[in-house]
């Protein structure tokens, strides 16, 4: 990373507490190849992820429940924001239950999958 490029990994590691690989591959790739692109997909990004509307918890959870009723793995990283944010397990399954209405089985599966693996996890935060 260059002296003055902005560090967007910062703002994944406050949000979720890492970088996931799919986000460290590409945000390599686009500062290799197009740092304005990056520049412009990470501020639409930061703007749409945090509406001056709601907190922060509100949208990660907003967000785990439509990307559970794409049965989407990236799900568990706006749980795992969500519950950084303050959401309770509670909340968490709550959501599940919507997505569940509208996706069915798969979704609560991985809903279910994906909460324990977080509550399960040593440094469950």
């Given at each position: ?23 460290q ?32 918890k ?30 309770t ?37």
């Amino acid at each position: 990373m260059s002296g003055n490029a902005p560090a967007y990994e910062d703002i994944y590691v406050d949000l979720i507490g890492f970088v996931p690989p799919r986000i460290q591959h590409r945000l390599r790739v686009e500062r290799e190849c197009d740092p304005e692109l990056l520049d412009l997909v990470e501020a639409l990004r930061t703007r749409a992820m945090y509406p001056e509307s709601m907190e922060t918890k509100v949208s990660q959870l907003i967000l785990f429940g439509i990307l559970l009723s794409h049965v989407a793995p990236a799900a568990e990283y706006h749980a795992r924001g969500a519950i950084r944010a303050g959401a309770t397990k509670r909340e968490l399954h709550d959501v599940a239950a919507l997505a569940f209405l509208f996706r069915g089985l798969p979704a609560f599966n991985l809903a279910g999958e994906l909460i324990n693996k977080i509550y399960d996890a040593p440094a469950a935060e």
